[in-house]
């Protein structure tokens, strides 16, 4: 492990992610940072990205030369021999395979330890190449085939390979599965393997064209990399969908700080209801509407008729309730960023603005399809949110941001509140139905424009001079005219408050004092707006410098150092990652409509 734990301070991001709609993998260079099994919310496996001492990795010797995803979510690494490495997370199961064509022997090692870091595995010879690393603290295991005509063991965690071959790693809970000993069936590693990619090749190909992206002219990028970076997106985001349930994690990560050494560190592999109902809006609009569908479909059968039909922010990919946020003394963190922390506690905060970004998404989904019946299907849900939200839209909340301690009467939430009877009213006429909530509708708007305007611009929350990045979004979901005055007003404070090098911090401080790196999801915001007002150049300069980031991974994260050009938080995040398809497809449009004019 010596020769992991001085290369560890080499790392750089971003790193690829892999993910099979059960879980996901971070990956530095050639080595798996991290992985949960069997679900995304599941105790990690490996996670020396929070500690490289007692986190447990699967390493593979060789220096990078070169790494692209072959299709989303298969990963091809090739070194600087020649030799190539392909990283998949298997369709179907709880199994990584990991495809090595080796120039020169490859060394491998593996670590595995369960219980976020805390237990390291024992380790059992099945066969000559054939390995069972068990949680001593439990009846769990992982097995381990190597693969390969010829295969040295130099200790009990590390082989020398040669040639091609496969590494298989499963995940089984007990002794009733697994696969040595078990002939019943034919295991074909390589059968999986190539099913695999060609599941996620098909799956891409079911997209709406994307002719028009490879269209747009940003400086430093082609066409098509412009359409690698929206593909990517689009793979990312739904490999982070839980197949079994619909359900979306905000991230597949836990504790990557959002400020190195700093305390602001969550866990995010949670369905948000927000941030899932912004990744639906994106995946219609890229044409996987079916999928966007079981998004809506999820958090549809989680509205409460008792009380607010989110009673929850945030969900378990299950759909069972949030657990308890904790933290996990024994990992360091990420860069000695304490503490490392499981669960979280914003699950138990009051937010309004929920119901309306999932009633746009249904709305969303229906321009789409036209599908009416789907909208029959849901009319009890609709009508209860309209009707709560009609009710109950004087209370206070903790707003988009989920500052702890801290409540109010925010602007974003009381627009997003009336965007719910906005979208519940259009939902109703859409199939013949009363609209009964216009009265309400038209009292929220006139409450805001009277509470929530100072001095001749939108402030964060009534009472405040401040404003936040969540104002951008009155024009994006319809609430106001993107040239009206007031918003332009807004949007100039806005611009000299909170850019910072040509990208969008959120706010300027919060709970946990001043806040350091734009926020992704809010430069998007603001790209999205210049889309809106012709600034098509400004709103490119934000789309590079987020892309220039990604550093030809295309993958997006939480926050940007515009310094450094990496990210920071949690990796890679959903709503980001959604936005900049969103931001795309309407740079797209808004460059046709040039063109013909």
Request: glycine share 8%; hydrophobic share 40%; net charge negative.
């Amino acid at each position: 492990m010596l020769y992991y734990l001085l290369n560890f301070s080499n790392f750089v991001k971003p790193l690829p992610c892999i993910n099979n709609e059960f879980t996901g993998a971070l990956i530095k260079g050639t080595d798996i940072v991290w992985l949960a099994f069997p679900r995304y919310d599941s105790p990690s496996v490996f996670s020396s990205i929070l500690d490289p001492q007692r986190g447990g990795h699967f390493f593979i010797s060789g220096e990078v030369a070169n790494q692209e995803y072959l299709v989303p979510n298969v990963l091809l690494t090739t070194l600087k021999d020649g030799s190539e490495i392909t990283d998949l997370l298997l369709h179907g199961e709880h199994g990584l395979v990991r495809k090595i064509a080796a120039k020169n022997p490859l060394k491998i090692s593996i670590f595995p330890v369960f219980n976020y870091g805390k237990s390291p595995a024992t380790i059992e010879r099945l066969s000559d190449n054939v390995f069972k690393f068990s949680n001593p603290e439990s009846s769990e295991f992982l097995e381990v085939h190597l693969l390969f005509d010829k295969l040295d063991q130099i200790s009990e965690n590390s082989w020398t390979v040669y040639g091609e071959g496969y590494i298989y790693m499963g995940y089984f809970k007990d002794d009733r599965f697994g696969i040595y000993g078990k002939r019943q069936l034919k295991f074909d590693v390589a059968r999986g393997f190539e099913r695999t990619i060609a599941y996620w090749r098909n799956t891409m190909k079911r997209g709406r064209s994307k002719g028009k992206i490879a269209e747009i002219e940003i400086e430093g990028y082609t066409g098509d990399q412009l359409l690698d970076a929206y593909q990517t997106s689009v793979g990312i985001l739904l490999g982070l969908l839980y197949n079994p349930t619909g359900a979306i994690v905000a991230a597949p990560t836990t504790s990557l700080p959002e400020v190195e050494g700093g305390s602001r560190n969550w866990d995010y592999r949670f369905a948000w209801v927000r941030d899932s109902s912004i990744v639906a809006e994106a995946l219609i609009s890229a044409g996987f509407s079916a999928e966007a569908r079981r998004i809506i479909e999820f958090f549809s059968r989680m509205v409460s008729f008792t009380s607010k039909p989110f009673i929850y922010p945030l969900y378990s990919i299950d759909g069972s309730v949030p657990p308890k946020e904790e933290e996990i003394p024994w990992l360091s963190g990420y860069e000695n960023s304490k503490p490392v922390r499981i669960g979280n506690a914003a699950a138990g905060q009051l937010q309004l603005d929920l119901e309306g970004f999932f009633l746009d998404a249904f709305y969303k989904y229906y321009e789409a399809t036209g599908d009416e019946n789907y909208i029959r299907s849901h009319v009890d849900v609709i009508e209860y949110i309209a009707d709560w939200v009609s009710e109950n839209w004087k209370l206070e909340d903790v707003g988009i941001w989920e500052e702890r301690g801290v409540q109010g009467h925010y602007i974003h939430s009381k627009v997003m509140m009336w965007v719910a009877l906005d979208r519940a009213g259009k939902l109703m006429n859409a199939i013949g139905k009363e609209n009964p909530w216009k009265e309400t509708r038209h009292e929220i708007k006139e409450w805001i424009l009277q509470n929530g305007v100072n001095n001749g611009i939108f402030v964060k929350k009534v009472g405040s001079n401040e404003v936040d990045a969540a104002l951008l979004t009155l024009p994006i979901y319809g609430f106001i005219d993107v040239q009206d005055k007031t918003f332009l007003n807004t949007l100039r404070e806005i611009e000299n408050q909170l850019l910072y090098k040509g990208q969008l911090k959120r706010y300027k401080r919060d709970f946990l004092g001043e806040t350091k790196y734009p926020f992704v999801l809010a430069s998007l915001w603001l790209a999205r707006v210049y889309i809106r007002l012709g600034r098509i150049q400004e709103a490119k300069n934000i789309i590079k410098g987020i892309l220039d980031a990604t550093q030809g991974i295309y993958l997006v994260g939480e926050h940007i150092d515009p310094d450094r050009k990496e990210f920071t938080g949690n990796y890679p995040q959903a709503f980001a990652q959604a936005n900049l398809i969103l931001a795309l497809d309407e740079l797209a449009e808004a460059e046709k409509k040039e063109d013909k004019s």
